[in-house]
């Protein structure tokens, strides 16, 4: 099934934003264990997510259809940890070292899908607080 597939078989709409996101992929053929990313788009369903292949040393293809844990820092200062399945993974056009990954959330519980309902509402609100939310990240990697 190719990309377009998937997204006229989703169920609701998804938000387009940036927001910061920290993950782990279940997957033999993956050297590290925990990344840092970008949600670029978000449902209640799923997400599509951006993050670096920092040596472009990923194969691509083989982490389809692994399991991830991802955990978002939510505005009030705690975090939503969510458990999905790569649907599709290809690299972000013109970046090599960038990665676009789509996931669907698998077993979320109704204060999970708050939670995402409620970084919906953030669209287009308080980028400083976004920008405060992706220091605190960034800050954790060095």
């Given at each position: ?12 709409e998804?938000?387009e ?5 920290e993950?782990k ?29 920092r ?24 975090k ?11 690299k972000?056009?013109?970046q090599?070292?960038f ?21 919906m ?22």
């Amino acid at each position: 099934m190719d990309n377009l597939s998937n997204i006229n078989q989703r169920n609701s709409e998804r938000e387009e934003f940036t927001y910061p996101v920290e993950f782990k992929m279940f997957s033999s053929n993956v050297s590290s264990l925990k990344y840092v990313g970008n949600v670029k788009s978000i449902s209640p369903e799923g997400s599509r997510i951006e993050f670096e292949d920092r040596y472009g040393r990923m194969e691509h293809e083989s982490i389809k259809d692994s399991k991830m844990k991802m955990s978002i820092g939510m505005p009030d200062g705690d975090k939503i940890s969510l458990l999905a399945h790569i649907c599709w993974v290809k690299k972000v056009p013109g970046q090599p070292f960038f990665v676009n990954m789509g996931v669907k959330f698998e077993k979320t519980e109704q204060w999970q899908v708050d939670a995402i309902a409620e970084l919906m509402r953030l669209k287009n609100k308080d980028y400083n607080m976004m920008w405060s939310l992706w220091e605190q990240y960034d800050g954790k990697e060095k």
